[in-house]
């Protein structure tokens, strides 16, 4: 690793070209001896949505990733942050394939023109009954519901306006079976075919501005629906995000931009 890179911090805001949309997510390359309690003191720090900790191998990197509160297994854009950070560094050639091994997958990433794509686990959808109090609490009555991996819920709205205007009581939410929520609708009125928003407070993060992961349940979700696999997705929090997303089989494609917003040294051991 680049000497110049150690206790280097970079904050980098994905699925986004502009500064200050997207989501944004911190970025450290670390070595083994860096140890979990750091990495989960550093990201309470960050108070981001997730911080990534990438371990340099020498044919892939191990990656990490701390919510303010806890570690999880899989973050879509914190992965995005990171591989933007890898090119960007020189870690790796901008025509070279990248994998990153996450605990919760394998992922492949690779650079399609300006966009960095993504491969990740394609996530089930079971239909279940909307959850007791759903309405009350959402603003909201569902068409449908699924549970899905890593105990998200996944909500679709009769329309868009649902989500844009739902306004959650946070510290409710929490108590509720439908705490990791994602809310979709199918677009009418914005440039895409869908539109999301994801909440996940027992994780420390209320609202999630862009939540790449989500769409390894949403990509077949909507694949199904409207009857294609190439899918433009918009989410709907206050920074919005855009993802590109493709359905091949058991994996999503996941294409989005990332641009640096700043970078800085640790100063403490």
């Known amino acids: 690793m680049n000497s110049t890179n150690r206790n280097t911090i970079w904050q980098v805001d994905a699925f986004t070209q502009e500064p200050f949309k997207g989501n944004p997510a911190g970025v450290m390359i670390v070595y083994h001896d860096f140890s979990e309690g750091k990495m989960q003191q550093i990201a309470a720090e960050m108070n981001l949505s997730e911080t990534a900790f990438l371990i340099p191998e020498a044919d892939h990197f191990v990656i990490r990733y701390f919510t303010p509160t806890n570690e999880v297994d899989l973050c879509g854009h914190a992965s995005l942050a990171s591989a933007h950070i890898i090119f960007e560094t020189g870690l790796r050639n901008q025509h070279e394939t990248v994998l990153l091994k996450a605990k919760g997958a394998d992922l492949e990433i690779s650079k399609n023109g300006d966009f960095i794509k993504m491969v990740f686990p394609r996530y089930n959808l079971n239909p279940i009954e909307t959850p007791n109090g759903f309405s009350n609490l959402l603003g909201f009555e569902p068409v449908e519901v699924y549970s899905s991996n890593y105990d998200w819920v996944v909500a679709v709205a009769a329309n868009e306006t649902d989500i844009l205007n739902t306004s959650p009581d946070f510290g409710k939410l929490k108590s509720t079976p439908f705490a990791n929520l994602m809310i979709t609708a199918q677009s009418r009125s914005y440039p895409a ?13 209320n609202e999630d501005p862009v939540t790449g992961s ?35 089989n058991n994996k999503v494609e996941i294409m989005g931009k990332a641009i640096t917003v700043f970078e800085a040294k640790l100063k403490v051991e």
């Open 214 to 248: 989500a769409h390894c349940a949403l990509t077949p979700l909507w694949a199904n629906k409207l009857g294609k696999t190439e899918l433009d997705s918009m989410q709907l929090s206050a920074r919005t995000g855009k993802l590109k997303v493709r359905l091949a």
């Open 193 to 205: 075919d869908f539109v999301v928003r994801c909440f996940a407070p027992n994780d420390g993060i």
